[in-house]
């Protein structure tokens, strides 16, 4: 408490003795120390592979260390939290998956909103693709959702957790497709896939690279133009189903910046997303560099969240 | 042959082999230190695989695994504690060894096992690794609940004074956790409305709490009541030859039982540890004495941990799909590589397969001699004056502990597992069975009620599924053979007790 009341006062000081001189001057001599990335998951995994891409750029473009500090734990929700609670001054920003912002609020008691973060821009988009069991029988979505009809829940799909992407985004399909089929939840990408290779379950959604890494086929991909990986399977839309899901996120930062540190980000961001080493990176992963800017990276996260809200509420509440 | 050369090639390059050698040291180091552990070793190394080449990349990170694994074991005999949590069978019996003045012989039956562990797994995989994937695949949610129930057995065998104690103890553990969201529906479970406790107890602050802190409580607390710990020979010895063809039985089986688990993913060498270590209590000659430093218990939770490391390569090599934390760490760490692990790895990146082979055979040679030369440095520590020991230990768990998700709240379950050990052990509970349930609680309950979900809510259809049906048997063998054979023994009461005594002097 005291060193905050310390740093507030040398800052406030700082401010008023340079504010005659040269106007935002904090905001442009950003930054002149090392910037901390939180990644809401443990390393290793997709998230943080990204986080450390985007970490390698932003310290080129900022002049800085970026240093990724881990913080894993309720699905993502530990990391993003912690986020939240830190300083608004640019130093502490977090690479955060669209999940621990649109869904996981709506599932437990998150101690944040979507209103105590400042949204930098989005980074990336990982179409996601609709994978069978091998021998399965079904070629396209129309085949398994004449199937589903005249069995209802026979089926089964796999997804890496209750109230995940994946898990809402099939929720969504069979509300369109109005067909049921019995969800199967895992914990995490690995073991679902596992499970579909061995046949275990019949279905399951999840990220083009997962499918296409383990030689599995997909019955459709839910993007809006076929997925360069995959690019033999028809897009759901193709099949009349209208419906896009991806994996996705981006950069934010606890809410309150500086006009001048936020605009730095963003430029930032701007060389991030145009690095050819971060294109080949995410390509590795098996997603795409999307970029949003910070309006619209909001209202995105925003209008997802509300979607998912409503998802949410009916398919485990309304049970 | 021509790319086994290749991968020879690979391997001797100067760069990879330092940085094998270097991260089997460094791995034993961060393993025997409690609360760090392989994951913790693997990330720090994570940022260095940017810079190093692949094929220094990935010795390092197999070093590191290995090294880790094994270093676990040294705090296991030394101080009563788990270095890693996959040394948590190997306290049972390496302590009682080390407190009865034999730590030089059981730091050298563990590095023993350790290492022809591994190196048994390693030549296994060469062989039939793709082979072993596919097997490995016809594991799905029930096949794993019924291996989950068969490991469960284990409590048994843990729990030799007291059962009711034992399985008190062993549904704590189960209880426990159960804390945090549930799996299949997303609801929360026993948070009490604390958004921390919403993301469940973490295995190394409950693991590291409930072993190391009780253990400092607990000699804390007869630090002036009772004589001193009898200060074993600093020194290192490999078990005699005879010994070794003695125990050979032992040895393969915990290996095999390692290699076998290490390829169903998401398993982990924690549980394989005590799957051979009940096994071992069941079929060994020497049962009788397992508990009280019997180095057959010892080697089997020794060799099947480090017969994992081996196993586990297995499904992230040839699937993509990580055994555990520490392999999906890797498989990162191969992406980054530029590695795509997966069924085409194998057809084409041959040359590279042969060279993961080949660098974990090495690893695993290298623990006989990192083991020989550190060992008796680590050794040493039994002769620090204990008041000092012991809070050296306090500060390097809490750090430990500290460092995976930077979370005081972790630091506080550490406290209150620790205070809860300590009590469990003056109540004369055993602490094991808690850890058992707690590591095999969340894969049982998921695996059952997935299970479940494909059967329509029809459990006596899992009878259905060949594989599970043989661990239900099995299961309920473990569990009728002790009653029996003590009905036997009533029966045959004189030439039973006959058999033991000429079992036991031969052991002697």
């Known amino acids: 408490m005291k060193t905050e009341f310390k740093n507030n006062t040398r800052r406030l000081l700082t401010s008023l003795a340079l504010v005659a001189i040269v106007p935002l001057a904090s905001a442009q001599d950003y930054p002149n120390k090392p910037v901390k990335v939180i990644v809401p998951f443990p390393a290793g995994g997709s998230t943080d592979l990204m986080a450390r891409a985007t970490a390698r750029e932003l310290a080129e473009t900022l002049g800085q260390n970026v240093v990724v500090d881990n913080r894993g734990g309720g699905a993502g929700t530990i990391g993003v939290a912690a986020l939240a609670r830190e300083r608004p001054d640019g130093y502490t920003l977090g690479v955060v998956p669209a999940a621990t912002l649109v869904n996981q609020p709506h599932m437990r008691r998150t101690p944040y909103d979507l209103d105590q973060f400042d949204y930098i821009c989005q980074l990336f988009s990982s179409p996601m693709a609709l994978a069978v069991k091998p021998d399965s029988p079904f070629e396209n979505l129309n085949q398994l959702v004449d199937y589903a009809k005249e069995h209802p829940n026979e089926l089964t799909y796999g997804t890496p957790g209750p109230g995940t992407l994946m898990h809402l985004a099939m929720e969504q399909f069979l509300q369109i497709a109005d067909i049921e089929l019995e969800h199967v939840p895992f914990t995490g990408d690995a073991p679902a896939a596992t499970a579909l290779l061995g046949g275990h379950i019949d279905l399951y959604m999840s990220m083009t690279n997962v499918v296409n890494d383990r030689g599995l086929a997909s019955i459709g991909v839910f993007s809006e133009e076929p997925a360069p990986s995959l690019p033999e399977v028809e897009t759901a839309i193709e099949q009349g189903y209208d419906i896009t899901a991806a994996w996705w996120g981006g950069l934010v930062a606890p809410q309150g910046l500086e006009d001048g540190v936020k605009s730095r980000l963003v430029e930032s961001c701007q060389s991030v997303v145009y690095a050819e080493r971060f294109a080949q990176t995410l390509e590795d992963l098996g997603a795409d560099v999307h970029f949003r800017d910070p309006d619209d990276f909001e209202a995105y996260v925003r209008g997802i969240s509300e979607t998912n809200a409503q998802l949410i509420e009916t398919v485990f509440k309304g049970e | ?508």
Not at chain 2, 3 to 30: C, M, N, R
Not at chain 2, 381 to 394: F, G, Q, S, T
């Open chain 2, 1 to 508: 042959m021509d790319s086994i050369l290749a991968g020879l090639h690979l391997l001797l390059a100067p760069e990879a082999l330092l940085s094998l050698f270097v991260a089997t040291v460094v791995g034993i180091i961060v393993g025997a230190l409690p609360g760090l552990g392989s994951v913790l070793a693997i990330t720090m190394a994570l940022p260095l695989t940017f810079v190093l080449g692949q094929g220094a990349s990935i010795t390092l990170l197999l070093g590191l695994y290995c090294g880790s694994v094994y270093g676990g074991s040294i705090s296991a005999i030394l101080l009563n504690t788990p270095g890693t949590p996959q040394a948590a069978a190997t306290v049972l019996d390496g302590y009682p060894m080390a407190r009865s003045g034999r730590a030089d012989l059981a730091l050298g039956w563990a590095t023993t096992a350790s290492a022809i562990g591994g190196i048994i797994a390693t030549l296994i995989l060469s062989i039939a690794a793709p082979l072993l994937a596919r097997v490995g695949l016809k594991f799905g949610p029930i096949e794993y609940f019924a291996l989950g129930v068969f490991a469960l057995t284990c409590i048994v065998s843990v729990s030799k004074e007291d059962m009711i104690k034992g399985l008190m103890a062993a549904l704590t553990g189960l209880f426990v956790a159960v804390v945090g969201q549930d799996t299949v529906t997303g609801a929360l479970r026993f948070d009490f409305n604390s958004f921390e406790l919403s993301a469940g107890i973490g295995l190394v602050p409950f693991l590291v709490g409930l072993f190391a802190l009780s253990e400092v409580f607990w000699r804390a607390s007869k630090l002036y009541s009772v004589e001193s710990v009898k200060a074993g020979k600093s020194r290192f010895t490999f078990p005699g030859f005879g010994e070794l063809r003695n125990r050979w039985s032992v040895l393969l089986k915990s290996s095999l039982i390692g290699t076998w688990v290490g390829c169903l993913p998401g398993v982990g060498a924690t549980s394989a540890s005590m799957v051979s270590y009940a096994e071992a209590k069941r079929s060994s000659p020497r049962r009788a004495n397992f508990g009280n430093g019997e180095p057959d218990g010892l080697i089997a939770s020794e060799a099947s941990n480090n017969a994992v490391t081996a196993g586990a390569m297995v499904p992230t090599l040839s699937l993509g799909v990580p055994g555990d934390p520490i392999t999906a760490v890797m498989l990162g760490a191969l992406a980054l590589q530029g590695i795509t692990p997966g069924p085409r790895l194998f057809i084409e990146q041959g040359d590279l397969i042969n060279f993961i082979f080949m660098a974990l055979l090495v690893a695993n040679a290298l623990l006989f001699v990192c083991g020989a030369l550190m060992t008796p440095l680590f050794s040493r520590i039994l002769k620090v004056p204990e008041p000092i020991l012991l809070c050296a230990i306090v500060v390097l768990v809490a750090i430990g502990t500290y460092s995976i998700n930077a979370s005081t709240f972790d630091l506080l379950i550490m406290f209150c597992a620790g205070v809860a050990g300590f009590l469990l052990r003056y109540g004369g509970f055993p602490l094991a069975p808690i850890v058992i349930g707690f590591v095999l609680g969340p894969m049982i309950e998921q695996s059952l009620r997935q299970g479940l979900i494909i059967t329509r809510g029809d459990f006596l259809a899992f009878l259905h599924y060949p594989i599970a049906l043989a661990f239900f048997i099995l299961t309920l063998l473990f569990l009728l053979l002790p009653i029996m054979r003590s009905w036997l023994g009533c029966i045959f009461g004189q030439r039973q007790r006959k058999l033991d005594k000429q079992e036991h002097s031969h052991d002697l």
